[in-house]
């Protein structure tokens, strides 16, 4: 079993018809008087990831010499699609599911996971990898062998959508749950919610799909005990048993707002009111470091901050 890019041919036809599809590219979420999204996304699976990979494959071979930030980003890329390919070779998609909330670095994996599944096959003729991978991306560490199939394309191929949960804020903004619903819909996520605490909401969430081994987490160096995580960590000593996977422990908050504004990949539309972290409505402000003159009632948007030690100073918690 390998991963290898699939045919050019191949990925061109299938890109070029997605890609001919009127497909909104605005940013930010939808307005009150828009009309109300579909059921369901009216792509398939295998549509979307096309789609995603062929976005991703572009900017990769793009040459950007004189931009520092563009550069670590396609490093940063290539070494999170490493870690999600180990994953999905190790667990396979039926027992991996995404941590999703609709914030702007579980976005940024989500879309990175997407546009690794048409890669990741059982051909036993493939070779290579995904764009130069380096080598330091980890092996995760071995897990005993389990009833269930881990083939990573197995849902893929046969059109599922992406397993997720979502842990609802205990005073969640109407914005987030807007995007997180709206962006469920548009990539095929099976979204399980939970408005529970962490500990209990992951339990019901493990009773609800006992497959799940596995779940990537958006995590970054600087959130709250992330500084000490490494690409793939067993859950604690009293939470349920599961390997947390951080593929993006390393990106920077720059990093994460030049991919998605170079990819022009639609986000929740607080970022643009000057939110730089999203909690609740009771713990979560603009962040001060944006503020427009010192009136403080208006705010640049998120991506225009720089340091990432400022990214939660809108946070009570």
Known sequence: MSCALPNNNTIAMIHDAITRQDVPRTNGIAKPDDPAPVAQSQR???EICYELRGKIDAFLTEDIASDEVLRNVQRQIRVSMGVIEQALRQYGLDQLSLSYNGG???????????A???????????????????????????????????????????????????IVSRHPFAEVEEFVEKSAQEYNLDLKR????????????????????????????????????????????????????????????VEIWAFIRH???????????????????????????????????????????RDDDEERLGRDS
């Open 104 to 114: 702007k670095d579980c976005l940024v994996l989500l879309i990175l996971i997407l």
């Open 116 to 166: 690794c599944l048409p890669t990741c096959h059982n051909s036993p003729s493939s070779s290579g990898s995904v764009a130069a991978i380096p080598s330091e991306v980890p092996t995760p560490p071995s897990q005993p062998p389990t009833s269930e199939s881990t083939e990573p394309n197995s849902s893929f191929q046969s059109n599922k959508s992406l397993q997720s949960i979502y």
């Open 263 to 305: 990819l022009d990949i639609p986000f929740c539309d607080l970022y643009n009111r000057g939110f730089t972290s999203l909690g609740g409505v009771t713990d979560t402000r603009p962040n001060p470091a944006l503020a427009v003159g010192e009136g403080a009632s208006k705010f640049r948007p998120a991506y225009e901050l």
């Open 44 to 46: 398939t699976l295998p």
């Open 194 to 253: 939970y408005a529970l605490p962490m500990r209990p909401a992951l339990e019901a969430y493990l009773v609800d799909r006992p497959a799940i081994k596995a779940i990537f987490l958006g995590t970054r160096r600087t959130d709250p005990h992330g500084e000490f995580l490494t690409h793939f960590d067993p859950t604690d000593a009293g939470w349920p048993p599961f390997m947390r996977i951080h593929p993006v422990i390393d990106w920077h908050y």
